[in-house]
């Protein structure tokens, strides 16, 4: 269980850090770069969202009786 979790934050911290180089290096402009990082975030936040108000309506719904 260990090694997993390592593993997980290992996998997440490298997609993190190639996320900051790419963003570093890219050929857009500041205003460019903040406009299309805000819009993916918005993006992001509706789909998860979206996806707890599933889960939400999901674990509310009422089990069958035997």
Request: with cysteine; proline share 5%; glycine share 10%.
């Amino acid at each position: 269980m260990k090694q997993t979790g390592l593993c997980i934050v290992s996998l997440l911290g490298g997609a993190l850090m190639g996320a900051a180089v790419a963003m570093l290096v890219t050929p857009k402009t500041g205003r460019q770069m903040r406009d299309d990082l805000r819009d993916l975030v918005a993006d992001e936040m509706e789909s998860l969202r979206g996806k707890c108000h599933d889960a939400a309506h999901t674990a509310e719904a009422p089990k069958p009786q035997m």
